[in-house]
């Protein structure tokens, strides 16, 4: 009796091992790869996005990475954010590689601090030329020892497009992705703290 009921745990064990491993964190992610394409660049907690001195109005977002707790900074993070231009749509480079190709030339990655603190420069994306979705940014994370997963995009709270519709949608992936936005000696400012692994699927695995 208990060589079957040994048997039967291994088995079971063996059971969830082989399903976790099946399993993807965050569910699937088209491009979350990318998080990886900044080459032998130093990553640091401050970057500004190519586009920040042309034409448009210029934006400033910070935050803080929270570890799962919602209390703890998460050093160490990369972030690696995308978005259209000011016409609304991905445009890449001539000499474009990777996932440039798709997620056009305005991107960038950030590195967390000591204190998970980070910030970035660029221009306020524009809509897409359909209007079907309100303008964003789009938000990937590659935590230390584990798997790359995407975030819920940062969204603008004073977007006419952000229907209430739209909101009603979001998954709050590592948490809300609205942000109220100020303005400050020309440039707009923006807030928004994330919290690692919340409304993650998988995220324990």
Excluded at 134 to 161: G, M, Q, R
């Amino acid at each position: 009796m208990k060589y079957y009921c040994l048997l039967s745990l291994l088995l079971l064990l063996h059971s969830n091992t082989y399903a976790q491993s099946k399993q993807i964190l965050g569910g699937p992610c088209e491009g979350c790869e990318a998080v990886y394409e900044y080459g032998d660049q130093l990553l640091s907690s401050e970057t500004t996005l190519p586009d920040f001195h042309k034409k448009g109005p210029r934006l400033k977002i910070t935050g803080t990475v929270y570890q799962k707790d919602g209390k703890t900074p998460a050093p160490n993070v990369i972030l690696y954010v995308y978005h259209t231009d000011q016409s609304g749509h991905y445009a890449a480079n001539t000499n474009a590689k990777g996932w440039e190709k798709r997620h056009g030339s305005i991107r960038g990655w950030l590195k967390t601090n000591s204190k998970g603190h980070y910030t970035f420069y660029t221009l306020r994306p524009g809509v897409y030329p359909s209007r079907t979705e309100p303008a964003h940014i789009h938000l990937t994370v590659k935590e230390p020892n584990k798997k790359e997963y995407y975030l819920d995009s940062y969204y603008f709270a004073d977007d006419p497009l952000l229907s209430s519709k739209i909101r009603s949608r979001m998954r709050n992936r590592g948490g809300n992705g609205i942000i109220e936005l100020r303005k400050e000696g020309g440039i707009l400012m923006g807030e928004r703290d994330i919290v690692l692994g919340e409304n993650i699927p998988h995220y324990g695995f």
